[in-house]
Structures are given as C-alpha cells and as structure tokens.
C-alpha cells in the first residue's frame, strides 16, 4: 500500500471507530497496529481481535466483530457458577466473565456494587434498597436490548 492510500486508510479507520465504540460500549475496546501488515486491529475485551481491513465500512467491521463474539461465546463458562448456559457480563479490570444472574446476584447483596470475585474489584454505588429493584430490572432490559 503507499503512503496516499494508507493515510485515506487511516482516515477511514478513525471515523469507524467511535462508531464500533458506541455499538459495543459495553465492552472494553483497545486498538494496536499489526506490525507486520501494518493494519489497527481492534482488541475487545482483550480475547477478541479483529483486523480492519482497508476494504472494510462499518457494517462487515461489525458483522465481524459479532461473528467472534459469537464463536467465543460458544465455550464460555461463568466464572462463578460454572454453567454454561450463559449470558456473559466481564470484570472491567480482570475480564473475567460472569452470567447475568450472577451479576445480578451479587449487584443485590452488594446494594448496587458489584465486587468481582477474582481481583476484588469494584463497580458499581451504594444505592437505596427501593432503588435496587428498579435498577436489577434496568440491567435486565438494557441486556435484553443489547442482544446481537
Ligand atoms: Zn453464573
Ligand atoms: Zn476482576
């Protein structure tokens, strides 16, 4: 590739990303540049990486991103109950995955924070116990919603 197209790729890759951002905001997104092609991949969740191609508009970034999700959801086990019918929500620090009812369990006994069992560490605010309800059912909508 020369130096013109590359930078239109680079350009093109910077107005992608906050886009890719906002449709998978719950997940933690970072970007490195391949040494070897020198193309960004983008790393969710640090297990999931994908290569933007120059070729590539948001829609196929997209389809394959959800594609790898899809297959890495696959063989994934909560990490706290070990089953394996799931619906995985991730430590923003240890990225150790959980099922929403574990999360949930646990958002309920820590009155709004969410302390994750591997690294201890916690997200989340105290909240009254009249608002934990309304909130469990705001996770549950807002997880439903987000389904690809
Ligand atoms: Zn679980
Ligand atoms: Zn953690």
Not at 15 to 35: A, C, G, R
Not at 80 to 92: A, G, T, W
Not at 96 to 124: A, E, T
Request: net charge negative; hydrophobic share 35%; with cysteine.
């Amino acid at each position: 590739m020369d130096d013109e197209s590359y930078k239109h790729y680079m350009r093109r890759c910077q107005i992608m990303l906050p886009l890719i951002e906002n449709q998978f905001s719950k997940h933690i997104i970072k970007l490195s540049k391949n040494p070897e092609s020198l193309f960004l991949e983008i790393i969710l969740d640090d297990f999931i990486m994908v290569d933007i191609l120059p070729g590539d508009d948001f829609n196929v970034l997209k389809n394959k991103i959800i594609k790898q999700i899809k297959a890495k959801m696959k063989d994934l086990v909560c990490n706290v109950c070990d089953e394996s019918d799931i619906l995985p929500m991730s430590c923003p620090k240890c990225f150790q995955l959980w099922c929403i009812d574990c999360y949930i369990s646990r958002f309920r006994s820590g009155q709004g924070i969410v302390m994750c069992p591997n690294c201890k560490h916690c997200v989340g605010q105290k909240m009254k116990h009249e608002n934990i309800q309304m909130c469990v059912e705001e996770i549950m909508t807002s997880f439903i919603e987000n389904e690809y």
